[in-house]
């Protein structure tokens, strides 16, 4: 961990493209990640930790099997442990995540998913490697 100041606004300005998350910085054992979203993710679920959304700007809705939760700027949600959830942002939108560092995301692109879970989201899984928490 690092004693640095790190800029919310000027880190996104380092992501290039949607559903990439970037690791802004960590605590303890959770990364906050920073990331701009627009249209809808995978439908998933996070079996040992809960995930925080936070809105910097536009509107995040999350998608919960029973129910939408629609999150505006400087609005927060937690999506408890174990809750198939599914994000999606139909303007460009940028945001923070907070989750554990070993967390994954349990699901898959669509090719490998079941019929199930195909609607209402939109299958997709990018994976990035970057990490804006790094010097450099």
Known sequence: MSDDVR?????LSQVAGHWQPHRLTSINDYDVKVV????EFVWHTHPDTDE???????ELTVRLR???VVLGPHDVFVVPRGVEHCPVAELHTP???HASAAAHVTGAPATQVP???LSP??????SS???LAAPG
């Open 115 to 117: 019929a199930r879970q």
């Open 7 to 11: 800029n919310v606004l000027a880190a």
């Open 129 to 131: 490697g970057h990490d």
């Open 52 to 58: 925080l959304f936070m809105v910097i700007s536009g």
């Open 121 to 126: 989201c939109v299958q997709r899984l990018p």
């Open 95 to 97: 945001g923070a995540w």
């Open 66 to 68: 029973d129910r939408d």
């Open 36 to 39: 701009k979203v627009l249209g």
